[in-house]
C-alpha cells in the first residue's frame, strides 16, 4: 500500500454520532463514579470530593438524564444514520456468522481472513443489542429508585437488582469495547471514528468491505484499488 493510501482518511460517522457517543460515555462513566459510595463503604472516602452524599445523588440524577439524551441527539440530527443502526441489528446475513471465528483468530494474534461486512459488523451488533438491553435495564430500574413513594415496595426492590445487573454487565462489554478500540492493533485504527467521525481508508476497506465498496460506486469514497478514481469533489 501507498504512503498516499495509507494517510486517506473517509467518514464513518456523523458529527451527531459522535457527539452522541460521546456523552453517552461521559454519562455511563459518571454515574459509575458517583455511584461507588452509594454502593459500598469502601467508597465513602469519595464523599467529600462530591460534597458529601447530596452532592453525589444529585451528581447522579443529573447524569442519569444526560444518559437519556445521546439516542434523541442522534435520532433529531441524523436519523438516517441512527435508522441505518436499527435497520443492521435487525440483519443478519452469513457473514455475519463468518465474522465470529476470524475475529477469534484475529484477537489472539492467529492468521485470518476478513469477511466482508456492511457497515457494522456482527461484533459490533451483538455489542450494540447488549448496550440497549443495559440502558432499558438500567432506565427501567432507575425510575423506581429516584422515585421509590410511587412505586411499590416489590417494585424498588427488584430496581435495585436490576441496576446493578445493567451496571455490571455494561461495565464489561465497555472494558471490552474500549480494549478493541484503543488496545487492539487490527482494531486501534477505527477508534479515531468516535472521535473525529473518520478512520483510514484502508482500514475501512479491510474491516467494512461491503459498505466501502457501496461508497466507491456512489462516488462517496475513494477507490484504493484503481488510484485514477477520485470520489466526489476530490
Known sequence: MSKKNEQVQVRRFS???VWAHAINAISFFGLYITALPMYTDFFNWMYPLMGGPEGARLAHRVLAVMFITPTFIWLIFDHKGFFLWMRELITWKKRDIAFFSNFVKELFGFKFDHVKQSFFNAGEKINSLIQ???AILLIGSGFPMWFPDVFPKAVVQWAYFGHNV????G???IIGHIY???IHKHSRPGGTGVITGKVPAW???SHYGDWYDEEVKKGNFPDLDDPKKKKKGA
Open 171 to 173: 461495565f464489561a462489554v
Open 15 to 17: 458529527k451527531a454520532f
Open 180 to 182: 478493541l478500540s484503543v
Open 166 to 169: 445493567g451496571f455490571g454487565l
Open 132 to 134: 440497549i438491553f443495559c
Open 203 to 205: 482500514w475501512a476497506k
